[in-house]
Antibody, heavy 122, light 112 residues
Framework: EVQLVESGGDLVKSGGALRLSCAAS????????MSWVRQAPGKGLEWVGR??????????DYAAPVKGRFTISRDESKNTLYLQMNSLKTEDTAVYYC?????????????WGQGTLVTVSS | QSVLTQPPSVSGAPGQRVTISCTGNSSNIGAGYDVHWYQQLPGTAPKLLIY???NRPSGVPDRFSGSKSGTSASLAITGLQAEDEADYYC????????????FGGGTKLTVL
C-alpha cells in the first residue's frame, strides 16, 4: 500500500525558514517523480513544484510564487522527499501535500499524503 | 485568478446528473495537454478521480466520466449520491511560462 506521510509543518514568522519532509513507502521511490501541492485555508489547490528521478538528473520545476525561495530535494536512501522553504511570506500559509506523479497515468498526481500545516505569521 | 476556470459551485438532487466545466486556453487544454480531475471530500486530502481527460483509475465508479474538447474539459457525475458532495478540481499543464502544472479554482458540489 502506498503511503506518503508529511511532517515538519509549524508556525513560523515571516522571513523565516522551514523544511518539510515526506516519508514514502509502498512503491519504488527512486523511480517516481514527486511533487508538492499546497492549499491555503478555505482556498483551492496550488501546485508548488516537482522533482524528477535521480536517474533523470533530479530536475526540479517550481510555480512562479515560490521560485527562488523553495527547493525540492529527495533522499533515495531514506525514501524521503523534502521541501525547503526560505524567505517565508504570510501568503505561504497553507496545508502542504506531498504527491506521487504517476507516469503510467499520464503524469496525474496519483497518491497524496494527509498534508502538513504551515502557518506564517507577520 | 486560476489559469483554468471552473464554476464555483454546482448542485443537484440525488440520482440526477451534473457536469463541471474546466475552461483553459491555447497554452494548456487547447494545446492538447492532458486534463486530470481530483475529488476532495470535506476535511480530507484530494484523490485522483479522472486522468488523461477521460480515464478512471481503478476503484473509481463509472458514474464519474470525463471529456475534453477544444480549450475545455468536463467532468460528469451521473446518479448523484450524497457522498459525492465534495470539491472538484481540474489540473493540466501550461506552456505559457516555464514548465508549470496548473489547477482550476475548484467547484463545490452540493447534493440537495
Amino acid at each position: 500500500e502506498v503511503q506518503l506521510v508529511e511532517s515538519g509543518g509549524d508556525l513560523v514568522k515571516s522571513g523565516g525558514a522551514l523544511r518539510l519532509s515526506c516519508a514514502a513507502s509502498g512503491f519504488t521511490f527512486s523511480k517516481a517523480w514527486m511533487s508538492w501541492v499546497r492549499q491555503a485555508p478555505g482556498k483551492g489547490l496550488e501546485w508548488v513544484g516537482r522533482i524528477k528521478t535521480k536517474s533523470e538528473g533530479g530536475t526540479t520545476d517550481y510555480a512562479a510564487p515560490v521560485k527562488g525561495r523553495f527547493t525540492i530535494s529527495r533522499d533515495e536512501s531514506k525514501n524521503t522527499l523534502y521541501l525547503q522553504m526560505n524567505s517565508l511570506k504570510t501568503e505561504d500559509t497553507a496545508v502542504y501535500y506531498c504527491t506521487t506523479v504517476e507516469q503510467w497515468l499520464l503524469r496525474a498526481l496519483g497518491y497524496w499524503g494527509q498534508g502538513t500545516l504551515v502557518t506564517v505569521s507577520s | 485568478q486560476s489559469v483554468l476556470t471552473q464554476p464555483p459551485s454546482v448542485s443537484g438532487a440525488p440520482g440526477q446528473r451534473v457536469t463541471i466545466s474546466c475552461t483553459g486556453n491555447s497554452s494548456n487544454i487547447g494545446a492538447g495537454y492532458d486534463v486530470h480531475w481530483y475529488q476532495q471530500l470535506p476535511g480530507t486530502a484530494p484523490k485522483l478521480l479522472i486522468y488523461g481527460s477521460s480515464n478512471r483509475p481503478s476503484g473509481v465508479p463509472d458514474r464519474f466520466s470525463g471529456s475534453k474538447s477544444g480549450t475545455s474539459a468536463s467532468l460528469a457525475i451521473t446518479g448523484l449520491q450524497a457522498e459525492d458532495e465534495a470539491d472538484y478540481y481540474c489540473q493540466s499543464y501550461d506552456s505559457s511560462l516555464s514548465e508549470t502544472w496548473v489547477f482550476g479554482g475548484g467547484t463545490k458540489l452540493t447534493v440537495l
